[in-house]
């Protein structure tokens, strides 16, 4: 079965599938986005995400392209046509199509776009067992990494410099020498100590929504954690470190540079959250 998009009110091949030359997220990145994971046919925190893409549409003044439930029929729809049941969905709004200009168009329509893909379960549950690297590489983004924002080159250039030394992510390193997120993920550590510590939800890091059930779910068990920023020194020196997102989940880091994270295997607390995820996910 052929992959359906869905653009602007219509299902469409995804090879078929185009936005206007003119729309200003293909030449301002003038605009905004979600991805959220499908389990076993269930959206995981799915008001979570459409909170933060709202959130998103309001602080870059961006009108929404539809009211909340119509959207999520759309996106049920092409679930459906694409036959997803574990995978994921991306939406994309951007403010619209107008003459090319930097200030906001007057009567611009959102322009709004969605697909839909199928992922492997296997696939990261052997990632995990088997543990992943990351690198470090200075934060050269924006100042509002809150904003889910499509404008997203200093992640791609991080990101592909992690690949292009094997490694699965890099973690990004401000001026101060504090680390602030993954390109496409959150970060965290468990110290000596054995408490968790990742970074408070600021301007300066995107607040995850795999993070905040995380951070839900820590409570209800009662285990210990900070919300703090913490230096590439105490990430080198961590007892585990692991990082959260939609699609990779709870993902054991067992490399840091060049230096092993404990024994070099994925730690036992890294695995024991990413079991409490799997089973929130499940319920």
Same mark, same amino acid.
């Given at each position: ?5 869905? &653009? =602007? /009110? ?12 003119e729309? @200003? %997220? ?5 605009g905004v986005?979600?991805?959220? *994971? ?6 995981? $925190?799915?008001?979570?995400h459409? !909170?933060?893409?709202w959130?998103s549409? #309001?602080?870059?003044?961006?009108d929404? +392209? ?7 029929l ?5 679930l459906?046509?694409?036959?997803? $049941?574990? /995978? ?16 906001? *168009? ?18 990261? #549950?052997?990632?995990?067992?088997? /543990?992943?690297?990351?690198?470090? &590489?200075p !934060?050269?983004?924006?100042?509002r ?8 080159? +200093? ?8 690949v292009?030394?094997?490694?699965? #992510?890099?973690?990004?390193? $401000?001026? $101060?020498g504090?680390?602030?997120? %993954? ?15 990742t ?5 300066n890091?995107?607040? /995850? ?9 820590? #409570?209800k ?6 919300? @703090? ?9 961590a ?9 990779s989940?709870?993902? *054991? &880091?067992?490399?840091v540079? !060049? ?5 070099g295997? +994925? ?5 024991e959250?990413? %079991? ?6 499940? =319920?």
């Open positions: 079965m052929s992959r359906i998009a869905y &653009v =602007n /009110g219509q299902y469409l091949p995804h090879n078929h599938a185009t936005v206007h030359i729309d @200003r %997220g293909y030449q301002f990145a003038d986005y979600e991805v959220i *994971p499908i389990v076993m046919g269930k959206m995981i $925190d799915e008001n979570g459409l !909170d933060r893409l959130r549409m #309001e602080e870059l003044q961006i929404e +392209p539809m009211k909340r439930r119509p959207l999520q759309v996106m049920q729809e092409v459906r046509q694409n036959g997803v $049941d574990t /995978g994921l969905i991306y939406i994309q709004v951007t403010r619209g199509v107008s003459r090319r200009d930097h200030p906001f *168009p007057a009567g611009a329509v959102s322009s709004l776009v969605m697909t839909a893909k199928k992922t492997s379960l296997e696939k990261s #549950e052997k990632k995990a067992e088997e /543990g992943v690297a990351v690198i470090t &590489v !934060d050269i983004r924006w100042k990494r809150d904003i889910k924002s499509v404008s997203l080159l +200093p992640n791609v250039l991080a990101k592909q410099e992690a292009e030394k094997g490694a699965y #992510e890099a973690f990004q390193v $401000d001026e $101060d504090l680390v602030t997120e %993954g390109s496409s993920t959150n970060a965290w550590i468990v110290n000596k100590e054995g408490v968790l510590i970074r408070q939800t600021d301007h890091i995107l607040a /995850g929504i795999t993070r905040a059930a995380l951070l839900e779910l820590l #409570e068990k009662g285990i210990k954690f900070e919300l @703090r920023a913490f230096s590439e020194d105490e990430l080198h020196d007892r585990e470190v692991f990082l959260t997102s939609s699609s989940y709870v993902q *054991p &880091v067992i490399k540079n !060049d230096k092993m994270i404990g024994n295997q +994925p730690g036992s607390i890294s695995i959250l990413r %079991g409490v995820f799997k089973e929130y996910m499940e =319920n």
